[in-house]
């Protein structure tokens, strides 16, 4: 009967599963060769290989033998042993076929053969990574400053827009304009921390004036990050209390005034706040730590040669990335 290579390359990945029944029973099948005597005790013969007595008892156990009921008649230990000697007849059929040797059954068993490895050699030396109290301690006190907040203020600006080209009069008409609004946004009612509807009327920025010109939280000592106008970052900083006023500031493309609708002090978290995520970052550290060092021992003891020249040599196989910007679409032809 001939089997089919799916199924054959199936079975034999099952012989090397991690913790599969067959990957166990491959290591303790019996090889006889021809003019050598059996394994005394033997249950059933495939091939040239034998499952013994002592192995299949001890796959009965693996798979719950020892709970009551178990195994108890002929008739469960026969689905047993057919579902053993099935397998491995299918291994056996694939290795005759030459299944066992094609490049890509090689590599699925390589791989399954190397997580068991890994299972049982770094997982398990990983597993007795631990952090202690004392060392999450010493490294909040180490990296404390790394764990500060730093101040923040949360502003909101109106801008009247002037263009790049305008001459002085634009300058001095959007001045005088913006003027006027700071005068208003003086009087406005307390219980307003922004610029309310004043921003609708005077700002020309979209993106603020629909909501009282917020732009939002800017941090302490990184102005960098934001896209506002430097004269607008520049003003923030100085503001100290909510509800204090800017003066009126020429920028890169407008005239802007800024308000501060509130602020927050630099805050120092507690090690109660930190401690889980030190204690994770640490392992995390540790794990990697296990992992390299796993990986540098290993290299050593196979023996592991690179020919780097070799690899430069190889050339792709896939064409090159594509660094053309993406184009616009073609306009349609005017149908004149």
């Not at 896209?227 to 009126?248: C, F, H, I, T």
């Not at 002090?265 to 090690?271: A, E, H, N, V």
Request: charged share 25%; aromatic share 6%; hydrophobic share 40%.
């Amino acid at each position: 009967m001939k089997v089919p290579a799916k199924t054959a390359a199936l079975a034999l990945l099952g012989m090397f599963a991690a913790g599969g029944a067959c990957g166990w029973l491959g290591a303790r099948m019996m090889h006889a060769p021809a003019g050598q005597a059996a394994p005394a005790q033997w249950v059933a013969r495939i091939g040239d290989q034998y499952i013994s007595v002592d192995a299949f008892v001890d796959e009965m156990k693996r798979r719950g033998g020892d709970r009551p009921g178990q195994f108890q008649d002929m008739e469960q230990k026969r689905r047993l042993l057919d579902d053993l000697v099935y397998r491995a007849a299918l291994v056996a059929a694939a290795e005759r076929t030459g299944l066992t040797v094609q490049p890509d059954v090689r590599l699925a068993v390589d791989q399954v053969i190397s997580n068991r490895y890994v299972q049982s050699t770094l997982r398990d030396a990983q597993r007795e990574v631990s952090v202690t109290d004392d060392e999450v301690a010493k490294y909040y006190a180490e990296h404390a400053t790394d764990y500060t907040v730093p101040a923040r203020k949360r502003a909101a600006m109106l801008k009247i827009s002037v263009a790049a080209n305008a001459g002085d009069a634009a300058w001095v008409d959007a001045t005088q304009r913006m003027q006027a609004a700071r005068t208003k946004a003086a009087g406005l009612d307390a219980r307003v921390p922004h610029f309310g509807p004043l921003a609708i009327e005077v700002s020309d920025d979209d993106a603020t004036r629909y909501r009282g010109g917020v732009i939002g939280w800017i941090a302490e000592g990184s102005s960098a990050r934001y896209a506002y106008d430097r004269a607008v970052l520049d003003a923030v900083r100085e503001l100290e209390n909510p509800g204090d006023l800017s003066p009126v500031l020429r920028g890169a493309d407008g005239v802007y005034l800024v308000r501060l609708v509130e602020s927050e002090p630099r805050q120092s978290r507690t090690l109660e706040q930190l401690a889980a995520g030190i204690r994770q970052r640490l392992m995390q550290d540790r794990l990697q730590a296990a992992e390299t060092q796993f990986r540098q021992q290993l290299m050593r003891q196979v023996g592991v040669e690179v020919r780097e020249s070799a690899l430069a040599a190889i050339a792709p196989v896939g064409p090159p990335a594509n660094t053309t910007p993406p184009q616009p679409p073609a306009m349609p032809q005017d149908q004149g």
